[in-house]
Structures are given as structure tokens and as C-alpha cells.
């Protein structure tokens, strides 16, 4: 299917100027040159793209030599990048699907694809992509949009189905079931009845994926402005136990609020989101390794440890347990464990503690933390209310909170005249 200028929404006003700056060189190199992926699909549905995708017949080192800002990236899907500042603009060679091993396609024993570089004509670039929704392209030559799958229909059904053949699509690479999520999460879409039982049956695959990749796309999926529904439906097809079994465990056994804390956690990241305020892949982390930290602790200070020696080690245990399914950078684990320590400390408030607590870099984070865990059910009501009236209260007020926090009693003065009898 084709559809004209006249018969589709998108405009070039709503595409960005490196973008445009990109489609047309290559057009002006003598090559094809079209808009692609997701950023056709948001404009469709009349949203606002993050960024752009470009798909061309132009192999990566042609490319490169059309862009002296272009670097070329990748071995298991050679890509090239063209850069303007800070602005990236991804440019795929069209790749065709292969049914044979072939020297620039390779895959594990379970079947993922670990290399992919063979290169094909549009039309079998669009039957390799994942989701039809997907395979939708924007030509910069006349305007028009190409749609080989089936995907503008898919759109106005508001389904989300997969090209070929879904169980296989998914050994090829479960990580597409993250994305089957996440693309339903985020535009509202309902899975196609033959998506449904091969992401069942296909959950444990998920486990094949290298740990690094997985954090990027999980975090993508809690990011994409529908974190909630996406939890639910991780529960629900079996993914979240895969990806957090310790959290998953802490949600079965019900001795914490583990359900309560991350359906606020996932619905004020998503507000927040909406209402184009930061978020952090820290807070997440924190809030999704905080009850297994709690549970694990408990077992330690059961043996005669501290508090803070227990936290401290079933901090680095359940760090350590985690990243074998999901790793995550230093700066990330890090970030968590200022927020978990923070939760301890934050119930001394003697002395000067709370007031050298506020310039925390962390404090922040910790502190909404806290408010959540108490909102959430977990019985800290009375510090979070302290807290809450601390961080609003003017100093003089402040004083006198950390006073009675201390619990010491106020020492009285001498009467001048008793001194001076005795």
C-alpha cells in the first residue's frame, strides 16, 4: 500500500531539520531515502517523536563518505551514525531476511541472531522488522508513505501484530517481547491473538540475553511515559519473574508492600513524564531492590548483625544477584545505594544530622523515596510526616522539630539570685 501526500497526516514541518538535512543528501547522492520505524508510526498517531530513523540503499560505507560527521557503529547490525552536536541521526542500509546461515549471519544454538549485515531492496527490509506498526516508511522523493505489512490498518485497529512468524521472531530475539510491551503500554494497543501464546511459551528465552542489553531496554520500557501498564503486563506474561526474581519473590510472599510501592513508584514516574518533569533509572532501581534488601537484612539482624551492617551487606548481595539478569552501570548502583542509605539515616535526626542530610546530593531522591514507602504502606508514617513538615518548615521551626526528635529535655536556667546564694 501507498498512500499519497493527500492521504496521510505527516508534514516535513514536523520532521526534525538534521533529519530532513540527512534524507535529502542522500536523495541528492542518487540514493533512496526514506523516514522510518517509529517516528512514521508517532506521526501517524499525531504525537511528537523523540528522534527520527533513516533507511536507505546506500551501504554504511557510502554513507559514510556522503557524511564527514558520520561514524559507523556496531557488528551485529552495522549502522551509521550522522552527527550534529548532540543530535544522532540513525541510518540503516535495508537488510533482508535470511533463512540460511551465511557468512554475515550468525546465531546462538537457541536460535537468537547474532550477526545480521545482509543487505536487501525496501520491500524485504520492511518483512524483516519486527511489528507492522514498525514497517512503515516516509519517502523524502514524493512524500508518500509505504506500507508493505499491513501496518496503517494495524494502526487503526490499534493492534499490535508481528511480522512472520511470532514464536520464531522471538527466538530470533526476545527482547522483542519488551518491546511488544512496551509499544502496547505506551499507544494503547492490544496484541493480536497469535502474539499472545507464543510470548507465553517464549518468556524463559528472555534469560538469553546478555544482562547489559537487557538493562537499556528495560529501562526503556519504564521510561516510555506507561511504566504501570507495562508492569502489569510483565506480571502478567510471565517476564518480571525473569527479569527480578528477587522482587518477583518479595511480591509472593507478601511480608512487604511490594506491590503498593512499585505501583507508586511506576505511576508517579509516568506522571512525571507526562508532565515533562526528570526521571532517573536510580529511583527504579532503588524502589525495585528496596523490599528484597529489607527481607534479606532482616535475616541477617535475625543472626545478631547491626541494622546498618545488615543493609549494607544484603545491599551488595542483592546488587550482585541482580546483574547477573540485568546489569547496570556503576554510576547506577551507586546512585540506589546513596538513596537505601539514606532511608537509614534519615531516622536520626538529632543535632545537626537532618540539617548536613539536606545537602546530600541524594537527598532529594531519598526523601520522595521515603514519602512513597510511607504512602505505600510500610509503617514509617510518623518519619515521613516528620520529614515532610521538616523540609517545608522554616530554621527556627526546624529547630525546634529536631528537638523534638532528640527527645532530650530542655535544660532549665538558674534563677540569678539562687547563684548567687549558693
Not at 535529502?24 to 547522492?29: A, C, F, P, S, T
Not at 527480578?244 to 507508586?264: G, H, R, S
Request: aromatic share 10%; proline share 4%; hydrophobic share 40%.
Amino acid at each position: 500500500m501507498v498512500l499519497t501526500r493527500q492521504d496521510h497526516s505527516i508534514s516535513r514541518k514536523d520532521i526534525s531539520e538534521n533529519t530532513l538535512k540527512v534524507l535529502y543528501r542522500l536523495k541528492k547522492h542518487g540514493y533512496q531515502a526514506y523516514l522510518v520505524g517509529g517516528g512514521v508510526r508517532d506521526l501517524l498517531l499525531n504525537k511528537h517523536p523523540k528522534d527520527f530513523d533513516v533507511a536507505t540503499n546506500a551501504l554504511p560505507e557510502e554513507i559514510r563518505k556522503i557524511f564527514s560527521n558520520c561514524r559507523l557503529i556496531g557488528r551485529r547490525f552495522r549502522l551509521a551514525h550522522v552527527h550534529f552536536g548532540r543530535d544522532i541521526i540513525e541510518v540503516a542500509t535495508f537488510r533482508k531476511q535470511v533463512e540460511h546461515a551465511h557468512e554475515e549471519v550468525a546465531h546462538s544454538a537457541a536460535g537468537m541472531v547474532l550477526r545480521d549485515n545482509v543487505y536487501g531492496s525496501i520491500e524485504e527490509d520492511a518483512w524483516r522488522r519486527d511489528f507492522t506498526i514498525n514497517a512503515l516508511y516516509y519517502n523524502i522523493a514524493d512524500f508518500s508513505v509505504v506500507d508493505f505489512t499491513g501496518g496503517i490498518q494495524d494502526l487503526k485497529d490499534r493492534k499490535l501484530r508481528m511480522i512472520g512468524d511470532t514464536a520464531t521472531r522471538f527466538r530470533e530475539d526476545p527482547v522483542r517481547m519488551l518491546r511488544a510491551i512496551r509499544f502496547a503500554s505506551k499507544l494503547d494497543l492490544s496484541f493480536s491473538d497469535e502474539l499472545v501464546a507464543p510470548m507465553l511459551a517464549s518468556r524463559s528465552l528472555i534469560t538469553h540475553v546478555p544482562p547489559a542489553r537487557l538493562f537499556e531496554e528495560v529501562i526503556k520500557l519504564f521510561h516510555s511515559g506507561a511504566a504501570y501498564p507495562a508492569f502489569e503486563q510483565l506480571l502478567e506474561y510471565g517476564l518480571f519473574e525473569a527479569l527480578f526474581p528477587q522482587t518477583f519473590a518479595c511480591l509472593q510472599d507478601d511480608v512487604y508492600p511490594t506491590k503498593a510501592l512499585l505501583t507508586d513508584v511506576f505511576t508517579n514516574t509516568d506522571k512525571r513524564i507526562r508532565e515533562d518533569k526528570g526521571v532517573t533509572p536510580v529511583f527504579i532501581i532503588a524502589a525495585l531492590l528496596w523490599h528484597p534488601i529489607l527481607k534479606l537484612a532482616q535475616k541477617y539482624m535475625d543472626d545478631g548483625m547491626s541494622l546498618y551492617s545488615a543493609r549494607l551487606k544484603a545491599m551488595e548481595i542483592c546488587l550482585s544477584e541482580q546483574i547477573k539478569r540485568i546489569s547496570m552501570p556503576k554510576r547506577i548502583s551507586f546512585g540506589a545505594k546513596e538513596i537505601w542509605m539514606l532511608q537509614s539515616r534519615m531516622q536520626n535526626r538529632a543535632g545537626k544530622r537532618a540539617e548536613r542530610m539536606m545537602l546530600e546530593p541524594r537527598f532529594r531522591a531519598a526523601y520522595d523515596f521515603l514519602l512513597l514507602r510511607s504512602t505505600s504502606g510500610e509503617p514509617i508514617k510518623e518519619l515521613a510526616d516528620w520529614w515532610q513538615v521538616y523540609v517545608e518548615a522554616d530554621p527556627s521551626e526546624r529547630r525546634n522539630l529536631v528537638k523534638k526528635a532528640s527527645g532530650k529535655p530542655k535544660k532549665k536556667k538558674r534563677k540569678k539570685e539562687d547563684t548567687e546564694k549558693k
